[in-house]
């Protein structure tokens, strides 16, 4: 069987497998989560192997450290899969559920109701705690899933794979609703994205380029989003014993996040007061400042002066642009420029500047007073997340359970006909 073959069987099965699964009860599909809670715990050790092959043939081919650190399964990623199995076990079944509900004035009852999207193909890098993460939410809605993870994590894609298999089989459910391409091949993604007759929606995970090549490939609908361009403005009214823990947590406590903060906004009449503090407080921890004219000489031996192609630019690293503004309406003027449609933030105490911000900026999580670090399905209560959409149709934002359903129209009548 050829490459091409291989895949149309692939999407062949997980068609299949998607029209029993949409008709499974809302108690197989959370057995199947708890149990693969229980095999993720029981079979760490298993999992922590196959891990470390990825890990060192990374370290054989000069993987980045932004990856290797994506890919490294730690024992805080490993509990986090396992919480993510519970907490989307105990959340609501949306399959089924009728919404707006309306009587027509001819007596008959209009609404719509929440139906799985079919077969997800799921295409990305490096995380391997992704596989779950998307296997457990479209388990959950109702869709199946075919996963095709970086050939960096083959060895600890697999043998998630493997586990979901036992899982959903013990709870009497297709195995082939989870499915991983069998091959590290760069042809099968290829090769995938022409099966629109199986597969309903594909959604890309990585890099900007990754994204673009998916896009422009891809048969069928693409939810995606390119880069996290995200920006903190920091208002003249900033509490700034606020601001700082604020600003370093968006930006040291994970830098190679897609929503881990690139450019702050400073208004001028804050930076004086702001920018040695925020300095002070992660210069030492390794963050470099690409400043402005205005910024350059408050941020010390830990700057240098910004060029051009700074601003706007996914850093993905301990790496910050900083700029001085003259007002809340150069800070949108430079998001809507520079922006992603990702993650903003204000930090202000000025109400009335506050809401303006959240009204008037385009962006799939737009913040006040804190992190941009919390656009994230978890953190915003949706368990975990098969991704963060920056394209308003058809979700916008992270995507968790109910996002990867759609909503049909059901019309209940008693006899009706159309005069």
């Known amino acids: 069987m050829d490459l091409r073959e291989q895949m149309v069987e692939m999407g062949k099965r997980a068609k299949a497998a998607s029209r029993r699964l949409s008709a499974a ?29 990825d890990l060192d ?12 650190q994506r890919l490294t399964i730690s024992d805080k990623v490993l509990n986090s899969m396992i919480q993510g199995c519970r907490e989307v076990a105990a959340m609501a079944d949306p399959v089924g559920e009728i919404e707006s509900m309306t009587k027509r004035p001819n007596g ?46 083959f060895h600890s894609n697999r043998c998630l794979a493997e586990l979901m298999h036992k899982a959903l089989e013990k709870a009497g459910l297709p195995s082939d609703a989870v499915q991983v391409p069998p091959t590290t091949d760069r042809e099968a993604v290829a090769e995938m994205l022409k099966l629109e007759e199986y597969i309903d929606v594909v959604i890309p995970r990585g890099g900007e380029g990754l994204i673009r090549a998916v896009t422009s490939q891809a048969t069928m609908p693409v939810l995606k989003h390119y880069k996290g361009v995200c920006q903190i403005f920091a208002d003249a009214s900033c509490d700034i014993d606020k601001a ?28 004086k007061a702001l920018l040695p503090r925020v300095a002070e407080a992660i210069g030492p921890k390794g963050v470099r400042f690409k400043a402005c004219p205005k910024s350059l000489p408050l941020l010390g031996t830990y700057a240098e002066p910004a060029v051009d192609e700074d601003w706007g630019y996914e850093f993905l690293d301990l790496i910050l642009a900083v700029k001085v503004v003259a007002d809340l309406d150069e800070a949108l003027d430079y998001i809507a420029e520079h922006g992603s449609n990702h993650t903003e933030a204000i930090l202000s105490e000025d ?30 209560g949706l368990g975990a997340e098969i991704g963060i959409s920056t394209s308003k149709l058809h979700a916008y934002g992270p995507m968790g359970i109910k996002e990867l359903t759609s909503a049909k129209f059901v019309l209940l009548g008693e006899g009706q006909i159309r005069e």
């Open 25 to 53: 009860s809302g108690k197989a599909k959370r057995d199947a989560l708890l149990i693969l809670a229980q095999l993720l715990e029981s079979e760490a050790p298993a999992i922590r192997e196959a891990n470390r092959l």
């Open 108 to 153: 008959m009852l209009v609404g719509r109701m929440r139906v799985p999207l079919g077969v997800v193909a799921m295409i990305y890098e490096s995380r391997p705690n992704a596989t779950v993460d998307a296997g457990i939410l479209c388990l959950k809605a109702g869709n199946a899933v075919i996963l095709r993870g970086g050939s960096e994590a």
């Open 351 to 380: 109400y009335a500047n506050c809401m303006r911000f959240v009204r008037e900026v385009d962006a799939s999580l737009v913040v006040a007073n804190s992190s941009t670090r919390f656009n994230d399905g978890a953190q915003l």
């Open 57 to 68: 043939t990374a370290a054989e081919n000069g993987l980045d450290k932004a990856r290797v």
């Open 244 to 271: 700082v823990p604020i600003i370093e947590n968006a930006k040291t406590q994970y830098p190679s996040g897609c929503n881990a903060v690139e450019c702050l906004l400073v208004h001028r009449d804050a930076a």
